[in-house]
């Protein structure tokens, strides 16, 4: 417990400068590109959910291994939309 508070310690003594501006038109030209990069990322998860919907569907009336297959690719889209969701969140927190 000891060694954990002190690497508690150590890591408060680690200096935190903040972020620096971009220079010219430089900075707005990497926040439009990230935004476009966003927006296509919760577009393709929407994609994602719908692929995975049309599959239960189409596997449940056919009586196929389609559901299965669907419901084993959920899991993979839900942790993109995650990954997606908090890449914002870590973007801005580093901002």
């Known amino acids: 417990m000891s060694t954990l508070l002190l690497a508690a310690d150590w890591l408060a ?5 903040p972020a ?3 220079p010219g038109d ?3 030209r990497v926040n439009d590109t990230l935004g476009y990069a966003k927006s296509i990322c919760y577009a ?3 994609a994602g ?3 995975v919907a049309g599959m239960l569907f189409v596997g449940l009336r056919g009586r196929s291994d389609t559901a299965k297959n669907a419901l084993g690719h959920l899991p993979m889209v839900i942790l993109g939309i995650v990954i997606t969701g908090g890449a914002g969140g870590i973007i801005e927190a580093f901002r």
């Open 13 to 17: 003594q680690v200096p935190n400068p």
């Open 20 to 22: 620096k501006e971009l």
């Open 26 to 28: 430089l900075g707005n």
């Open 44 to 46: 393709l998860a929407f």
């Open 49 to 51: 959910l719908l692929a």
